[in-house]
């Protein structure tokens, strides 16, 4: 029991320091204004288990938009659905 508190706490952990800083995670309506949100925009990003290894990936402004948002709800999620024990 005890491990699986450890485990769970951890990985709420890992998922909370994965995430950009606020301010770059959820860009309001404001920063977007003159912006084209159909221009595709890439990225480098780096491969889960390597130091090295790196993937582009391209999508529209909106879909960075749309999945920069996923990604704060879920950890937020995950931070709040913490297993506590009795």
Not at 15 to 39: I, K, T, V, W, Y
Not at 56 to 66: F, H, I, N, S
């Amino acid at each position: 029991m005890k491990r699986l508190i450890l485990v769970a706490t951890m990985l709420a952990a890992s998922a909370a320091f994965a995430q950009p800083p606020a301010r770059h995670s959820a860009p309001d309506a404001g920063a977007n204004a003159g912006l084209d949100m159909s221009e595709m925009v890439c990225r480098s990003q780096s491969t889960v288990g390597s130091r090295l290894t790196r993937q582009r990936v391209c999508a529209t402004r909106q879909q960075w938009l749309e999945q920069s948002r996923a990604d704060r709800l879920y950890t937020e999620k995950a931070q709040t659905n913490r297993i506590w024990p009795q």
